[in-house]
C-alpha cells in the first residue's frame, strides 16, 4: 500500500509541474463499519411461530480524493454484504463504486459535479445518501449550481438519464438498477445569517419512468412531480423545521397523483446535558372513491431517520401515515449521548372496523406505539460505537396495514461499531 501511495502521489506531483503555484491535495479515506443485528419483527411484524435470526453485516470502503484550485475529484469503492455470505475462496467478488465524481468551479460560486455520487439535500427526506443501510444510495447524475459567496442563496439543478446497456437499436426502453429512467431536479436554499438563522429550502423534482414493455413500439415514460419547501428556524437553543411537499404527475397512464406530506418539529437543547423534541408528520394514503392516486411516495430520502427505526413505513403505503413522537437526550459525559423515543402511528386514509365484517364504519386508525432508545459513544475522532434496541406495540390495525400478528411480541436489537480515519494525506 505505501508503495502504491508513492507512486500515486509521484503522477499527481508530474501533473502539477505546469501549476506549481497552486497547491495540489491528495487524501485517503477509509470505512469499516461492522453492525450486529438481532431482528425479531423488524421492517414487518412478525406471525406467531416466526423465529427470530441474527446476523453481523459489514461495509468496508477505501476513497481516493483530489483537491486543486478549480478541480476536486473522488472515488471510493466498497464491499458490503453479511459475515459469511462469501466462501474463503472467493472468485466472484461483491465490489462496487459508491463515487466516482468530479467537480470543477469556475468564477464566483459556479460548479459543476458530474458522476456517481450521493444526493443529500436539506434534512434528507426526500433525497438522502441513506447511510444507515449498509451500501448507502448513490445516483449517476450531472449537477450544475451556485453559492454565493456570503453563502445566502444556494442552487443546484440535477439530471439523469439512465440506461442499461450501450445500445445500437430498439429505442430507450430502460430496466436497469436505477428505480427511475430520467430526472431533473432544481433545488435552491436561502439561508440568512444572524441571530434569526432562518432558512428556506424550494424543491422541484421531475420523474421519468419507464412503461410498457422492451418489445412494445409504444414504450415511453410517465411523469411524476414533487414539490415543495423545507423551513428552518433557529432562535438561540431552540430549532423549529416545517415541510410539505406535493405529488402530481401519472401513477400510470391512466391514473393522474395528487399526494401530499407535511411535517413539523420542534427541538431544544436546555442544556449541554439535556435536550427533547416533539414533532408530527402527515403523509396521505389512498381515498376512496377518486380516480386519482393520493397516497405520498417518500422517494429517495434517509427515512430511518423519520418513522421510527424498525423501519415499518420506509415507503409510500396505500393507507398513508399520521406520525407523531416525542424525543429526550440526555449526554450525561461530553462523548457519551442516549436517546430515547416514542413513536405513536395511525393510518392517514380511512380504515374499516376490523371487529365488525362488513362493516362502513370507517376512519383513520391508531395502528401502534414504537420505542427507540439508542446509545452513542464517540471513543475517537474517527471511532464511534452505537447500539440500540427498539419495539413495536402494534395494534389490531396493524396487522391490516403490514401483516404479521400484532399479539406476538415485536422487537429489534443492534450494536454497531464505525470506524472511518482519514489515513493518508499531502499537500504540494
Avoid at 121 to 143: F, M, P, T
Avoid at 390 to 406: A, E
Wanted: charged letters at 20%.
Amino acid at each position: 500500500m505505501k508503495k502504491l501511495l508513492t507512486l500515486i502521489t509521484a503522477g499527481l506531483s508530474l501533473l502539477s509541474l505546469s501549476s506549481t503555484a497552486q497547491e495540489n491535495e491528495f487524501y485517503v479515506d477509509a470505512q469499516l463499519r461492522g453492525r450486529a443485528e438481532y431482528r425479531n419483527g423488524v421492517l414487518s411484524p412478525r406471525n406467531e411461530g416466526d423465529l427470530p435470526t441474527f446476523f453481523v453485516n459489514e461495509r468496508a470502503r477505501l476513497g481516493l480524493g483530489y483537491n486543486w484550485n478549480w478541480l476536486s475529484m473522488k472515488i471510493s469503492g466498497q464491499h458490503v454484504g453479511v459475515w459469511g455470505q462469501d466462501p474463503q475462496i472467493n472468485k466472484g467478488g461483491n465490489f462496487n463504486l459508491n463515487e466516482a465524481w468530479a467537480k470543477m468551479t469556475f468564477g464566483k460560486g459556479f460548479y459543476t459535479q458530474l458522476g456517481r455520487q450521493t444526493l443529500v439535500y436539506d434534512d434528507e427526506r426526500i433525497l438522502g445518501g441513506l447511510d444507515w443501510n449498509v451500501a448507502g444510495r448513490s445516483h449517476d447524475v450531472a449537477k450544475f449550481g451556485f453559492k454565493s459567496q456570503n453563502k445566502v442563496h444556494q442552487i443546484d439543478a440535477v439530471f439523469a438519464f439512465n440506461q442499461s446497456d450501450e445500445k445500437k437499436i430498439g429505442g430507450t426502453y430502460y430496466s436497469g438498477g436505477q428505480p427511475y429512467k430520467a430526472m431533473e431536479t432544481v433545488w435552491y436554499h436561502l439561508q440568512t445569517q444572524g441571530t434569526a438563522n432562518f432558512g428556506m429550502s424550494l424543491l422541484f423534482m421531475n420523474l421519468g419512468f419507464e412503461t410498457g414493455d422492451a418489445q412494445s413500439p409504444k414504450a415511453g415514460t410517465i411523469n411524476r412531480q414533487t414539490m415543495g419547501t423545507y423551513l428552518t428556524f433557529r432562535p438561540g437553543k431552540v430549532a423549529v423545521d416545517g415541510t410539505f411537499y406535493y405529488q402530481s404527475g401519472k401513477q400510470t397512464e391512466d391514473m393522474k397523483i395528487s399526494a401530499f406530506m407535511a411535517a413539523v418539529k420542534v427541538a431544544a437543547n436546555f442544556t449541554s446535558v439535556f435536550s427533547a423534541n416533539i414533532g408530527y408528520d402527515y403523509l396521505s394514503g389512498q381515498k376512496d372513491n377518486t380516480d386519482r392516486y393520493t397516497c405520498f411516495d417518500p422517494l429517495y430520502g434517509t427515512h430511518h431517520k423519520f418513522y421510527g427505526s424498525m423501519d415499518y413505513f420506509t415507503a409510500a403505503s396505500p393507507y398513508g401515515l399520521q406520525d407523531g413522537y416525542l424525543g429526550i437526550g440526555v449526554s450525561p459525559v461530553k462523548p457519551l449521548n442516549l436517546q430515547l423515543t416514542g413513536h405513536f402511528f395511525g393510518s392517514a386514509a380511512k380504515l374499516p372496523d376490523v371487529e365488525k365484517v362488513g362493516s362502513t364504519d370507517t376512519k383513520a386508525r391508531f395502528l401502534g406505539t414504537e420505542i427507540d432508545f439508542q446509545i452513542t459513544w464517540k471513543i475517537h475522532k474517527f471511532v464511534t460505537l452505537m447500539g440500540g434496541y427498539s419495539t413495536m406495540l402494534g395494534s389490531k390495525y396493524m396487522d391490516v396495514v403490514k401483516g404479521g400478528d400484532h399479539n406476538q411480541w415485536q422487537d429489534w436489537g443492534w450494536i454497531q461499531l464505525n470506524i472511518n480515519p482519514r489515513i493518508f494525506t499531502t499537500k504540494w
